[in-house]
């Protein structure tokens, strides 16, 4: 919806780029729909969906919106639950980036750490509320309640103040691959 919006906020400045952006948003929902059978899904095709929603993005925000990887190779082929990063990823745009308008940094960091994955979401926004926890919105709650399902105790996902300011959200889980050493996906558990 928030992509919506933006294309119809552009169609008046910039017919061409609200095209680009409805072009990006069908192919985004088409791998939604042709990917709901898989729970879990290589990092790599998470992250190569996640770069095709932030090319939207990057359409609305320009040079506002700035993204740095930090991907370990080893992790690619790790399984992740489907579509995990998105919602966090728009929270950080819509609560970190949004509000400002000093350019926005988003850093995607995975790495791999004796037997999890990490998965970490930086911004340079705000960071947490002073004295308080941050009021969670759907994409969070459906997002810690998809991690529950799937991992039960064995996962975290936690909200950090970055200590460059912003807010860090972290997601911890089981690192699991095949017997082929590719990532499991999914759908035989």
């Known amino acids: 919806f928030n992509t919506l919006n933006s294309i119809s906020s552009l169609m008046h400045k910039d017919v061409e780029a609200a095209d680009r952006m409805i072009v990006r948003l069908s192919e985004l929902l088409r791998y939604t729909l042709e990917s709901t059978e898989a729970q879990e899904v290589p990092l790599r095709q998470e992250l190569d969906f996640l770069d095709r929603y932030l090319e939207l993005q990057q359409a609305r925000f ?12 080893e992790t690619l082929e790790a399984s992740v ?18 509000p400002h308008s000093r350019t926005g940094h988003i850093v995607l960091r995975t790495k791999r750490c004796a037997d999890r994955l990490e ?18 919105g759907v994409g969070l709650s459906n997002t810690r309640a998809r991690l529950l399902q799937l991992y039960g105790p064995a996962q975290l ?33």
Do not use: M
């Open 62 to 73: 320009g040079e506002r919106l700035v993204v740095h990887h930090e991907i370990a190779p």
């Open 119 to 136: 998965l970490e979401v930086e911004d340079n926004g705000g960071g947490l509320p002073k004295g308080g926890r941050l009021r969670e």
């Open 157 to 189: 996902l936690d909200l950090i103040d970055s200590s460059a300011g912003g807010l860090v959200v972290r997601v911890s889980i089981p690192w699991q691959v095949d017997a082929t050493g590719k990532a499991a996906s999914g759908t035989e558990k």
């Open 81 to 98: 639950p489907n579509l995990v990063l998105q919602p966090i990823v728009e929270n950080a745009i819509q609560h970190g980036i949004e």
